[in-house]
T-cell receptor, first 109, second 116 residues
């Protein structure tokens, strides 16, 4: 079992819709969780971090964490074509950041 | 603005030569930096953890004699790819750990290495 799992996609949503990205992790002791956005050929950019169960909102982005289910999600409201990118879920495990393989999001006009 | 700076952004080198990539933390001290490699359409693969003043910790399968990591100061870590081969061509990314309430890790801009 991979430590951090994501559906590779692509996830296609129309402009203005809500995009829902999911991630599961295997280490129940993990404490810090992150979502990064990566455009093709570029370095990952931090979007959200979440440490406690529940929801955390920042603008159009909402991260959700459920430690009992070992599940992290990212919701993007009012999706824009500029949101089209690969979204990486990352879990801080002991002393390093473990990444999922990423979900490619396509927002079409 | 960027909190982690990486240089060079692009580098082309001949097979058999060595190339150095620098990673600097701006406006903060990073006791720990990380080096990743990413092949096209794949996820980031952690290569090693760079600790200031001590030897780097390499992930399984990463040759420490080929990928030399030096973390001589709290703001600079370097990755040297020695005796580079075409299969070493990849996107190399560093990151630095900002300690605090919950660890936050920021990435450098990445370095594209092409070995010809």
């Amino acid at each position: 079992q991979k430590e951090v799992e994501q559906n590779s996609g692509p996830l296609s949503v129309p402009e203005g819709a809500i995009a829902s990205l999911n991630c599961t992790y295997s280490d129940r002791g993990s404490q810090s969780f992150f979502w990064y956005r990566q455009y093709s050929g570029k370095s990952p950019e931090l979007i959200m971090s979440i440490y406690s169960n529940g929801d955390k909102e920042d603008g159009r982005f909402t991260a959700q964490l459920n430690k009992a289910s070992q599940y992290v999600s990212l919701l993007i409201r009012d999706s824009q074509p500029s949101d089209s990118a690969t979204y990486l879920c990352a879990v801080y495990n002991t002393d390093k950041l473990i990444f999922g393989t990423g979900t490619r999001l396509q927002v079409f006009p | 603005g960027a909190v982690v700076s990486q240089h060079p952004s692009w580098v082309i080198c001949k097979s058999g030569t060595s190339v150095k990539i620098e990673c600097r933390s701006l406006d903060f001290q990073a006791t720990t930096m990380f080096w990743y490699r990413q092949f096209p359409k794949q996820s980031l693969m952690l290569m090693a953890t760079s600790n200031e003043g001590s030897k780097a910790t390499y992930e399984q399968g990463v040759e420490k004699d080929k990928f030399l990591i030096n973390h001589a100061s709290l703001t600079l870590s370097t990755l040297t790819v020695t005796s580079a081969h075409p299969e070493d061509s990849s996107f190399y990314i560093c990151s630095a750990d900002i300690m605090g309430p919950g660890n936050t890790i920021y990435f450098g801009e990445g370095s594209w290495l092409t070995v010809v």
